[in-house]
């Protein structure tokens, strides 16, 4: 889904009525055009699979799955402040956020019968990667038609990327004695890995494509993992 009008906020001159506080500015106008439309696209996709009578006698299901989701956001403006000397000064900008997650898995699940006790186990992994743009806007011509005319001029990061791996494992008894008892219980092992990507600033990183800094020291990013072990029953 996209946005697809030509109507959009319009926020006065220089943007006055939403950062001056002249609110009898604002108003809903034609006239909107942006390098970069608001707009959301998902992908799914999965593939199942079913046996009987596999190791044992035992059933088995099993999928395998696919996910996808890219965001754009509505242009916002913003602003970075940096130092020249010892005064203090402030960058003014026009941006769009753009965020991407992709995430694949696969679980599967045996189950076999013994009279009235039933056992289910299996194993699960998750796969998922993240990242995040900031589309930078040329900044007169945002400000001067009230934030109706977005040119793009450039593109930094937004956030850092971080991607994460979880594998499980799964066990259920399920014990029906008649046909109006029944008991079951569980245990669920999962271990996940993050991973984070170095980074710097979103407005660090804008004062560089505006040539007000030369370069910046990342922060450094890292990797982690923990695990849950979960009881039901």
Not at 51 to 57: H, K, N, R, T
Request: glycine share 10%.
């Amino acid at each position: 889904s996209a946005y697809k009008g030509s109507e959009a906020l319009y926020m006065g001159p220089n943007l006055a009525g939403a950062l001056a506080g002249r609110t009898e500015l604002l108003a809903v106008r034609k006239g909107f055009t942006s390098d970069l439309k608001p707009s959301t696209k998902r992908r799914m996709a999965s593939l199942d699979y079913a046996a009987s009578d596999v190791l044992g006698g035992q059933s088995l299901l099993a999928q395998v799955y696919g996910r996808s989701e890219k965001s754009a956001f509505y242009p916002f403006p913003g602003s970075a402040a940096y130092t020249v000397g010892t005064t203090r000064r402030t960058l003014n900008y026009y941006g769009a956020s753009k965020q991407n997650t992709d995430l694949f898995g696969i679980k599967t699940a045996l189950t076999k019968s013994f009279g009235a006790l039933t056992a289910t186990y299996g194993v699960d992994y998750v796969h998922e990667r993240f990242d995040a743009q900031q589309v930078l806007f040329d900044t007169a011509s945002a400000f001067a038609s009230g934030g109706l005319t977005l040119r793009r001029t450039g593109e930094v990061g937004r956030y850092p990327t971080f991607r994460t791996k979880t594998p499980a494992a799964y066990a259920q008894l399920e014990w029906k004695p008649s046909d109006k008892l029944t008991l079951s219980g569980g245990l669920r092992h999962e271990r996940t890995k993050v991973k984070v990507d170095d980074f710097v600033a979103a407005t660090t990183q804008v004062l560089i494509a505006n040539g007000v800094a030369s370069g910046a020291d990342p922060v450094r990013g890292g990797s982690n993992d923990y695990d849950v072990t979960l009881f039901n029953g």
